[in-house]
Every structure is written in structure tokens, then in C-alpha cells.
């Protein structure tokens, strides 16, 4: 299994979770971004047959926001099949703790 992956069921488990508290989710965190490592991204692309990304957001059990990312083929379909290789990235790396600390973007 490549690095940074997490099962589809977690997945849908995060994703599901953010659905649930997107309405009222931002009021009460300070999420601002996700710092992205180039390995990871290197990772998915040298997948078979990906030619582009999807990002999708989740929250984990412990209320960390998550940023789950999985290889696009050319017709723009998700490419997630553990049997061919094709994984779901957890990158996970959330601002605050992981924020630019220059202009523009500090708050």
C-alpha cells in the first residue's frame, strides 16, 4: 500500500461527517488551509492511468478536519481501487499548525 492512505470506508466516514456539520462547522474552527506534501502529490499522479486530482474534505472521530485526495482518470471519474494500485490520500495537515507565516495569506 502507498503512504498517506486510508481505507474507502473511512472515507466515506469522514466525508459523511463533514456533510453532517458543514452547516455550523465553520463558526466554531479556525481551519484556513491544508499544506499538501509534494511526496503525496508526486504519489498520486504516477498512479496508472490518473491525469488530474480530487479533493474531498472530511472530519475525523476526533474533530480534525481532513483533506482526502484521489487520483481523476481522463474522463473525469475518482480512481479508488486498492486492487489496481489506486489509493485514497489522507493528507492531513491542516492550518493552524501548518500556516504560512508570510504576507498574504497570515491572518
Given at each position: ?42 504519489q498520486?499522479?504516477?498512479e ?9 474534505l ?50
Amino acid at each position: 500500500m502507498a503512504k498517506n492512505t486510508i481505507s474507502l470506508e473511512t472515507a466515506q466516514a469522514w466525508a459523511s461527517r463533514w456533510k453532517q456539520e458543514e452547516g455550523t462547522y465553520n463558526q466554531h474552527n479556525k481551519l484556513k488551509a491544508f499544506l499538501i506534501p509534494g511526496i503525496d502529490i508526486q504519489q498520486v499522479m504516477q498512479e496508472d492511468g490518473v491525469v488530474n486530482v480530487r479533493a474531498y474534505l472530511g472530519v475525523d472521530e476526533n474533530q480534525v478536519e481532513r483533506l482526502m485526495v484521489v487520483g481523476v482518470d481522463a474522463e473525469g471519474n475518482d480512481m479508488i481501487s486498492e486492487e489496481n494500485g489506486n489509493y485514497i490520500y489522507d493528507f492531513s495537515e491542516p492550518c493552524p499548525n501548518t500556516c504560512n507565516q508570510k504576507a498574504p495569506f497570515i491572518s
